[in-house]
């Protein structure tokens, strides 16, 4: 089996276990199979029976990036986070597309929910392309109560992004396309990689353990999924998929987020045909749930208190 991706990086890290990103121990784990065969590894935490939330991370991340949000909701949710395929300990693929993507949801969503259950949905960065993606499925609306949409765009990715610090257009896409896309491997956490990371993902005023913690998630990541999804999310183009998400659906952002900046999430906001709000984080990054755990684990929570739990007392 191979070791948790927060707990150790394939690059040369060192474990982490303990503090708010140690990665907690499910109750069980389970294998679910995509449409085309690949197999997902699955975590579920916390009571069975309990209203259940769906965590799905984004590229270069793991079901490790959801630890602090897992280890506060697991109290009184059935909690359900999966490696996207050739994350974490879910093998790579040679099908990577915004169409695996939403096989690999609705086979997450039938092999953990009952007939007629249904979750709050938390997708972060490439995790809410999933969410996007999947949205016109019917596995997807049958197990759907609301939506969390963490730090993430429908279209136009590269073009929009700010990590290269100049004005709009063709040269600064060009140049942001062979960062994100780059095929060098990222090698052991040190300080300049810590740094870099820094820059690129979080706020200014990230805490040293945050940035810790994402360096260790994304550093285990292998470079060949890590490219392959780089062309997907180059290319990708969901907006489709943001007019046919029908459910309540809450928007958070970062104002520091150079991946997806602010604009996106504002355009998502205007776009969704059931937004329940945007919220614009000072001076945060784009891994919110890591950068600011109380309020991305709260609007969880909320949704799951207002479209899930009140929703059954009042068929009660």
């Known amino acids: 089996m ?17 503090g708010p990103y140690a990665p907690p121990s499910p109750a069980r784990e389970l294998t679910a199979v995509s449409a ?25 991340c793991s079901t490790a990036f959801w630890a602090a949000q897992i280890r506060d909701l697991a109290a009184d949710h059935r909690v359900i986070a999966y490696d996207q395929r050739g994350h974490g300990r879910s093998p790579a693929s040679p099908a990577c597309s915004s169409d695996a993507l939403a096989d690999d949801l609705e086979a997450v969503l039938e092999a953990t929910l009952a007939p007629g259950e249904q979750a709050v949905i938390a997708g972060h960065s490439m995790g809410g392309m999933t969410v996007m ?79 810790e913690a994402c360096a260790r998630i994304v550093h285990a990541c292998p470079r060949k999924v890590r490219y392959s999804w780089s062309q997907v999310l180059d290319l990708l183009d969901l907006d489709h998929g943001v007019r046919e998400l029908d459910v309540p659906t809450a928007v958070i952002v970062g104002t520091a987020d150079r991946l997806t900046p602010p604009a996106q999430a504002r355009a998502l906001a205007a776009a969704l045909p059931r937004c329940t709000g945007i919220v614009e984080l000072p001076g945060i990054g784009h891994m919110t749930p890591v950068e600011a755990p109380e309020l991305v684990t709260g609007t969880i929570r909320d949704l799951v208190h207002v479209h899930i739990q009140a929703v059954s007392e009042e068929s009660a």
């Open 2 to 18: 191979l070791p948790r991706a927060l707990g150790f990086a394939r690059a040369g890290g060192t474990p982490i276990d303990s």
């Open 36 to 60: 085309d065969g690949a197999r997902l590894h699955v975590e579920v935490h916390g009571p069975e029976g309990a209203p259940a939330v769906v965590l799905a991370h984004g590229w270069t």
């Open 133 to 211: 993606a999947a949205s016109g499925r019917a596995a997807f609306r049958a197990h759907t109560a609301a939506v969390l949409l963490c730090s993430t765009g429908s279209s136009q990715l590269v073009a929009a992004s700010t990590v290269v610090p100049m004005r709009a257009g063709r040269v600064r896409t060009w140049l942001t396309r062979r960062i994100l896309g780059s095929r060098a491997p990222l090698g052991p956490v040190t300080p300049l990689a810590r740094r870099i990371l820094k820059y690129g993902t979080m706020g200014h005023g990230s805490a040293p353990h945050m940035i």
